[in-house]
């Protein structure tokens, strides 16, 4: 505690002093662009990760980076959405997993949990898809590949969580809402994005696209569950990727449900 107390003299009389115009502005008010959803594990650290500033990012953190679908549970997931949507007019959404993800190797151990920590058991009932998905389509998965493939899926299920709550669903429809799911790898401090075209995680440099707004036909056709352009460079299948946890594994990491992505939406 005597460390998070002499932070708040320091943040004061550093940052703040240095940020003066940046904190007068946000006395006024909040414009954050990105609602960000990620797991309360301490090394994942939204800010930092993305290098952004106070008032850029609005966020939502708790075990596993779980979406519970809309009218499932009266936490406070489904307000902070709404609000960021309808409020404060968000536009773009990112679901953000991560390695060695503690939450995901609960899904593995759920009766010790439901003795143990039967709030957690609970809770990780939102991601009960991940679980039997990767149960049962990934048979061979064990270890430290099992937990990378739970990663994965979650952060597609939760997106698929997301798509139920009416303010997504409306957004998504008029063209004004983007939702992007990623992994942040802790080792090395690398984020891989949900590629849609693809089906497969990839560098994120790769997704920076044009605004679906710039498509009309969006208002009357559904949008794609993870909207994402095309790649301008298939790194991955070239090689110019080389990550470790994927290279031990010798596959791409593409999530069997994406292949019924296309009819969940
Ligand atoms: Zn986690």
């Keep these: ?18 940020h003066q115009q940046l904190f007068e ?21 939204p800010n930092l990760i993305t290098q952004t500033d106070v008032g850029e990012l ?7 980076n779980i979406v519970p679908p809309y ?45 143990d920590m039967p709030l957690v058991y609970d809770w990780l009932k939102h991601a009960e898809s991940t679980r039997r998905l ?12 099992q937990i990378e493939v739970l990663v994965a899926e979650n952060v597609l299920v939760q997106i698929d969580n997301l798509k139920t709550y009416p303010v ?23 984020v891989l994005a949900y590629d849609e075209q693809t089906r497969t995680y990839v560098p994120p ?15 009357s056709t559904h949008a794609p569950p993870v909207a994402c352009s095309i790649p301008s460079s298939r790194l991955w299948e070239s090689g110019q990727v080389n990550q470790p946890w ?3 594994q010798q596959i791409k990491i593409q999530p069997i449900s994406a292949l019924s992505r296309s009819e969940l939406a």
């Design 71 to 115: 009218g499932a549970a009266n936490g406070g997931e489904g307000s902070t959405i709404e609000y960021a949507l309808q409020a404060l007019k968000i536009e773009q959404i990112v679901v953000c997993g991560h390695s060695h993800c503690g939450a995901m190797k609960g899904l593995l151990q759920l009766n010790k949990l439901q003795a």
């Design 246 to 248: 994927l290279r031990s």
């Design 58 to 64: 609005f966020v939502i953190r708790n075990a596993g």
């Design 168 to 190: 997504v669903r409306s957004r998504i429809l008029q063209g004004k809402l983007q939702i992007y799911g990623w992994i942040y790898h802790i080792e090395t401090g690398e």
């Design 25 to 45: 502005e946000l006395s006024h008010g909040q414009k954050p662009r990105v609602l960000f959803i990620s797991c309360s594990d301490s090394r994942v650290d």
């Design 205 to 219: 440099q790769s997704q920076i696209s044009a605004t679906p707004s710039s498509s009309g036909s969006r208002l």
């Design 1 to 18: 505690m005597k460390k998070l107390v002499r932070g708040l003299e320091e943040f004061k009389q550093k940052y703040v002093a240095e």
């Design 134 to 145: 990767v149960a049962e389509n990934y048979p061979h998965a064990q270890g430290e590949e």
